[in-house]
């Protein structure tokens, strides 16, 4: 089954997208967004968090949805059930061999294109590869990314952050928190 771009619902749409970790909380089959620990643990509670104070749980302004961008399966949808396989892309080359088997950056390019919001956390030369394919849609997206994307975000009329930390980080996080507000609003 392939994913599909968000519905129109009346309500702001924000998509959260990190990739996987080389940390597996389960050996079953389980939702990629509760599947992996490690970094990806700081991008699934701040989703979370969003989610509940903006999504259903909380202000119910905007729907706010989380995506990985995994080694075996390409870029699928938090809620989707997935297994655990033996390693998770690291380096350049294991990035590009994942884009070239399974298309990550298109099927982002296609699913986010329903959504008000992307907030884009992965590592560089992945950020390279959305950039490269066009799988960022312009004016839509934050990046938490390396400081040398900044003019090119400038240029799209995104907004950059630096990334610091594992992921996102706690004053990007509440950058990103008030954009939602913002959106929301």
Avoid at 10 to 26: A, C, Y
Avoid at 63 to 83: D, E, K, M, N, R
Avoid at 161 to 176: P, S, T, V
Wanted: glycine content about 8%.
């Amino acid at each position: 089954m392939e994913p599909i771009c968000a519905p129109q619902t009346g309500k702001k749409n924000v998509l959260i997208v990190t990739n996987d970790s080389e940390v597996f909380l389960s050996k079953k089959l389980e939702a990629a967004g509760d599947i992996f620990g490690g970094r990806v643990t700081e991008v699934r509670e701040f989703f979370k968090s969003l989610d509940a104070e903006f999504g259903k749980e909380g202000s119910g302004k905007c729907s706010v949805s989380f995506g990985i961008i995994s080694t075996l399966f390409g870029f699928v949808p938090s809620t989707y059930a997935i297994s655990c396989y033996t390693y998770a892309m690291s380096n350049k080359e294991q990035y590009e061999a994942a884009q070239a088997r399974k298309d990550y950056a298109g099927v982002l390019e296609y699913v986010s294109r329903g959504f008000d919001m992307v907030v884009v956390c992965v590592p560089k030369e992945m950020f390279r590869i959305l950039l490269n394919k066009n799988a960022l849609h312009d004016g839509k997206v934050v990046a938490v990314t390396s400081k040398e994307f900044e003019p090119i975000c400038k240029e799209r009329n995104w907004t950059f952050l630096e990334r610091k930390g594992a992921r996102i980080g706690k004053e990007n996080a509440e950058k990103i928190r008030q954009q939602v507000s913002e959106l929301t609003a």
